[in-house]
């Protein structure tokens, strides 16, 4: 059995499904700019940001997973809930929310059907109230 490269809900990516190529993660921290007359702006610390990931991932429909991978990721998004991430080495990275999906088909071959699509997953760290 091929073990998942990241558990997003209920939804998994790895090899035999949508095989993830990138992770890039963007951590942010949060200033306020308060205007000064005759000078610069003071900024004052407010705190950390909400973290973002940007999965990138190609599938091979005609290989493994067929074509509903992009739209099972799509569901997964519809419910409208915040998800728990789970890396492949077991790494717990919280509740994530998805915000953007995007897909390129190409190589369309016989009746539109493509023999590759690449797939970019886009989340937010959630943090609730």
Known sequence: M???QVALGDYRL???TAAVQELERVSEW???DKDVIHGKPQSDYIG???D???LNGVIYPHFRGGLGQVDAMR???DKGTPLRMVLGTGQDMGL???RRISENQTRIYDRGIPLKVEFRLSLKEYRGS
């Open 75 to 77: 569901a997964e998004a």
């Open 48 to 50: 950390p940001g909400l």
């Open 2 to 4: 091929v073990e998942p």
């Open 96 to 98: 994530w929310t998805i």
């Open 52 to 54: 973002t990931i940007e």
């Open 14 to 16: 790895g090899t035999t």
């Open 30 to 32: 949060r200033w306020a």
